[in-house]
């Protein structure tokens, strides 16, 4: 049994901070990356940012510079660092823990999800 739980959401005025953070537990291996995705309402999920088990980060372009993911392999936990957060950032945030047995096929790969935490950016 795996099982993602994130915390750290909230309301925040634009031009503030928020840290999200994604801990997992359970039987929990061979895992090759961990990201962050968000949903708004009425628009598709979207990748936020993604950190290898090696530390190699990739950012969607609107988190450029304004967030930075970071991750603890060996607590099983991934971090976000939200700063100069806009309204249109408001949406529900993700956690994905993506599992890879490293050779093809990758038919039995598989992506864990966390339950959403919400975060809204309002004055």
């Known amino acids: 049994q795996v099982q993602l739980v994130e915390s750290g959401g909230g309301l925040v005025q634009p031009g503030g901070s928020l840290r999200l953070s994604c801990a997992a537990s359970?039987?929990?291996?061979?895992?090759?990356?961990m990201g962050w995705y968000r949903q708004a309402p009425g628009k598709e999920r979207e990748l936020v940012a993604t950190i290898t088990t090696i530390g190699r980060t990739r950012y969607a372009d609107f988190a450029k510079g304004r967030f930075t993911i970071s991750g603890d392999n060996a607590k099983n936990t991934v971090y976000l660092q939200m700063n100069s957060l806009k309204p249109e950032d408001t949406a529900v945030y993700y956690c994905?823990?993506?599992?890879?047995?490293?050779?093809?096929?990758?038919?039995?790969?598989?992506?864990?999800w966390g339950q959403g935490t919400q975060v809204t950016v309002s004055s």
């Open positions: 994905n823990f993506e599992q890879s047995f490293g050779l093809p096929p990758h038919e039995y790969d598989h992506d864990f």
């Open positions: 359970g039987n929990i291996h061979s895992i090759i990356s």
